[in-house]
């Protein structure tokens, strides 16, 4: 196997993905900013990274979607737009394929365990606050 070097354009580009994901995107723009043509944009991107320039977008804002749904408590219309997503519809039918789950099941789950929870000193309180209340007394 040929090892692939890596092309500083094309770390460059997901940068800007990453920092711009609201955005619409233009793979021609994108091209163009790192002065190559379209064409070996996506040639050379698809080998640096496995996975053509929009996909790889795509799967980018799918998963900073479900980080901001089980970490925030945005609503999934504000984290749907968070993401680049203008439509509702085709951003439930595409989370629901990438993820396997809708996006307000995630919502609903996240909103149910508070993020103290998680601290082992928060699971004594609630354990402790869950007992039988008679049985302390006796």
């Known amino acids: 196997m040929k090892a692939i070097a890596i092309d500083a354009r094309i770390t460059w580009a997901v940068g800007e993905m990453q920092a711009r994901m609201a955005e619409p995107f233009s793979i021609a723009a994108l091209a163009a900013q790192v002065n190559l043509s379209p064409s070996r944009f996506r040639q050379l991107f698809t080998a640096q990274t496995g996975v053509a320039p929009l996909p790889y977008l795509r799967r980018l804002r799918l998963r900073r979607a479900r980080l901001l749904l089980e970490q925030s408590f945005l609503s999934v219309k504000e984290v749907m737009?968070?993401?680049?997503?203008?439509?509702?519809?085709?951003?439930?039918?595409?989370?629901?394929?990438?993820?396997?789950?809708?996006?307000?099941?995630?919502?609903?789950?996240?909103?149910?365990?508070?993020?103290?929870?998680?601290?082992?000193?928060?699971?004594?309180?609630?354990?402790?606050?869950?007992?039988?209340?008679?049985?302390?007394?006796?």
């Open 81 to 138: 737009a968070l993401v680049g997503y203008n439509d509702p519809s085709h951003f439930t039918r595409d989370f629901k394929v990438f993820h396997r789950v809708l996006p307000s099941t995630v919502r609903r789950d996240a909103a149910g365990t508070p993020a103290l929870a998680i601290s082992p000193m928060h699971r004594r309180y609630r354990q402790s606050r869950n007992r039988d209340p008679g049985a302390l007394c006796a």
